[in-house]
């Protein structure tokens, strides 16, 4: 059986981008580097729209824990709010694709990674299927 062809239809489909305002990215960045050489973990604030997600605020997640290899936050404890739309974490190793752990760990619609030693470059958006997102810094 082949199912190649639908695959790739279905994910250029579902082709989404990410678009983080100046001061956003900054903002991960700073965070990234001051809970270095533990990951840090922040959660997103935007809006969704069809194939866009827009990223404007940032909200330091209550009781996180913060450890080299794991950074997470109880989801039980946030309120209710329509205006999260997924996670910033850092990888405070050389990548910045999602662990096994981010995937099953999954938040919102977005999870965003900066790995060291963030710069711009260093940041990736990734879907819940663990997918690349094309992100944009404006
Ligand atoms: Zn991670």
Redo the contacts with the bound molecule.
């Keep these: 059986m082949f199912f190649r062809k639908n695959k790739e239809q279905k994910s250029a489909e579902t082709k989404r981008s990410l678009t983080l305002k100046r001061h956003v990215a900054d903002s991960i960045i700073t965070y990234a580097k001051s809970c270095h050489p533990n990951?840090g973990i922040l959660i997103l604030q935007g809006q969704t729209k069809k194939n866009n997600i827009v990223v404007d605020g940032l909200v330091v997640p209550p009781f996180a824990s913060h450890g080299p290899y794991y950074s997470g936050f109880p989801t039980y404890d946030l309120p209710f709010d329509l205006s999260y739309i997924g996670t910033a974490?850092s990888?405070p190793g050389g990548s910045n694709r999602?662990?096994l752990?981010?995937l099953n760990n999954f938040y919102g619609f977005i999870s965003v990674?900066v790995c060291y030693p963030y710069s711009d470059q260093d940041i990736g958006a990734f879907d819940r299927n663990g997918n690349k997102v094309h992100v944009d810094i404006v």
């Design positions: 990951e974490h990888h999602p662990s752990e981010d990674i």
